[in-house]
């Protein structure tokens, strides 16, 4: 018996809540990675972007039998969650806890986010098969 998983081997992208805490001035992330070796969580940020990487390795491997459903996904992991407000990286704080990566990041009270687009216009030629 051979299955097919819908994404592609040994990398996911997780779940994630993003929501502005207006009484504490922080953007909440909520990043799912139950399982995760916490020594593989790795957190990046820039003025527009939070990235969290890590891993989740398969803890028991299956030797005799067949699998009827497979939805869980171990491998290499990676999120990027674009920040809606400028922050403070000074003070961002994370926590892991029940499957659940937790991370406060601070609004910028001194800081914004850039507004400068980059316009580019172009023709679309349409080509017949």
Not at 5 to 20: K, M, Q, S, T, W
Not at 27 to 51: N, T
């Amino acid at each position: 018996m051979e299955f097919v998983l819908g994404r592609r081997a040994g990398y996911f992208e997780p779940n994630a809540d993003v929501f502005i805490d207006d009484e504490r001035g922080q953007v909440i992330v909520a990043v799912e990675v139950a399982g995760a070796d916490p020594d593989s969580l790795r957190i990046s940020i820039d003025d527009r972007y939070l990235l969290i990487s890590g891993r989740r390795t398969e803890v028991a491997r299956f030797r005799r039998g067949s699998f009827i459903q497979k939805e869980i996904v171990h491998g290499q992991f990676a999120k990027r969650v674009s920040l809606p407000v400028a922050i403070d990286f000074v003070d961002v704080v994370a926590s892991y806890a029940d499957g659940v990566l937790v991370i406060a990041l601070p609004v910028s009270a001194t800081a914004y986010l850039p507004t400068s687009r980059t316009e580019i216009r172009m023709t679309i030629k349409r080509t017949l098969s």
